[in-house]
């Protein structure tokens, strides 16, 4: 049943993969202004937590310090509510992974010197999964995690 | 295309605190539509939040933020009064744009 739904995923992946291609040959002024700048692709396009780590360099290491806030089941994937609070000294960015979904990153929020390592957004699941909050101290990503449980998975059409 | 924001900026203690929804579709470029075509990836990559031009958050985003997207975050120093603007950019180059006064 795992398997076949995620070959599903994939044959669906790579389909938008040559959707996208055959929209960047058609009109390439736009693929050249697809990304914005500082924008890191592969990161994003990590299918594993630890891939993401390595692309985002540093290493895992479970923390009491960060804390992640979110429901323990959501009954819609597509509208999770998710806030990351960091009481590290020193934490530079902020992470949101979900583990299974297709691509695990959801987003990154980097820090400057004014502000406060606690922000909260919204985030679409694909289906019951271990998320996690993810601080970047120096070399090190200190996380904590929590599994929500979904009802009704957020990607599907 | 527009796509109009609704913020909101209070100071709560010695942090200011920020909600801001966004409108924007957010496809993730996975799902089809009714006619079986893949709705092409359009979506936020990049959000840039300042107080009074000084930039006080950066995010970057991926396909897994939710339609029409909620961003609460905090900054030390800010001060009834300050204008705080928020902007991104998508995957199409498109942007927007909003400010709003902390009260």
Same mark, same amino acid.
């Given at each position: 049943?795992?398997?076949?739904?995620?070959?599903?995923?994939?044959?669906?992946?790579?389909?938008?993969?040559?959707?996208?291609?055959?929209?960047?040959?058609?009109?390439?002024?736009?693929?050249?202004?697809?990304?914005?700048?500082?924008?890191?692709?592969?990161?994003?396009?990590? =299918?594993?937590?630890?891939?993401?780590? !390595?692309?985002?360099?540093?290493?895992?290491?479970?923390?009491?310090?960060?804390?992640?806030?979110?429901?323990?089941?959501?009954?819609?994937?597509?509208?999770?509510?998710?806030?990351? =609070?960091?009481?590290?000294?020193?934490?530079?960015?902020?992470?949101?992974?979900?583990?299974?979904?297709?691509?695990?990153?959801?987003?990154?929020?980097?820090?400057?010197?004014?502000?406060?390592?606690?922000?909260?957004?919204?985030?679409?699941?694909?289906?019951?999964?271990?998320?996690?909050?993810?601080?970047?101290?120096?070399?090190?990503?200190?996380?904590?995690? !929590?599994?929500?449980?979904?009802?009704?998975?957020?990607?599907?059409? | 295309?527009?796509?109009?924001?609704?913020?909101?900026?209070?100071?709560?203690?010695?942090?200011?605190?920020?909600?801001?929804?966004?409108?924007?579709?957010?496809?993730?470029?996975?799902?089809?539509?009714?006619?079986?075509?893949?709705?092409?990836?359009?979506?936020?990559?990049?959000?840039?939040?300042?107080?009074?031009?000084?930039?006080?958050?950066?995010?970057?985003?991926?396909?897994?933020?939710?339609?029409?997207?909620?961003?609460?975050?905090?900054?030390?120093?800010?001060?009834?009064?300050?204008?705080?603007?928020?902007?991104?950019?998508?995957?199409?180059?498109?942007?927007?744009?909003?400010?709003?006064?902390?009260?």
């Amino acid at each position: 049943m795992n398997q076949t739904r995620r070959q599903v995923m994939q044959i669906g992946a790579g389909a938008a993969a040559l959707g996208v291609a055959a929209t960047a040959g058609l009109m390439p002024n736009i693929a050249l202004a697809a990304d914005a700048p500082g924008w890191n692709a592969p990161l994003f396009e990590a =299918k594993s937590f630890a891939d993401a780590a !390595k692309i985002w360099g540093g290493t895992p290491t479970e923390s009491a310090d960060v804390s992640i806030i979110g429901p323990d089941i959501a009954e819609n994937g597509a509208v999770v509510p998710v806030g990351v =609070k960091s009481n590290a000294a020193g934490t530079t960015a902020l992470g949101i992974v979900i583990e299974k979904n297709p691509t695990v990153l959801a987003g990154l929020f980097n820090m400057t010197d004014v502000s406060v390592p606690n922000v909260a957004t919204r985030v679409k699941m694909a289906q019951t999964s271990n998320v996690y909050a993810v601080a970047k101290v120096g070399d090190k990503l200190l996380f904590s995690k !929590k599994e929500i449980k979904v009802t009704l998975g957020g990607c599907g059409g | 295309m527009a796509f109009p924001m609704r913020m909101r900026a209070n100071v709560e203690g010695d942090v200011v605190v920020v909600r801001v929804l966004m409108t924007h579709p957010e496809d993730t470029g996975l799902i089809k539509d009714k006619a079986g075509k893949i709705i092409p990836a359009h979506f936020i990559q990049s959000v840039t939040c300042k107080n009074n031009d000084k930039t006080v958050l950066t995010c970057d985003w991926g396909t897994a933020i939710s339609k029409n997207p909620f961003l609460e975050f905090r900054f030390k120093g800010g001060k009834s009064g300050d204008k705080v603007t928020v902007s991104w950019i998508d995957n199409k180059g498109e942007t927007s744009t909003a400010d709003t006064t902390v009260s």
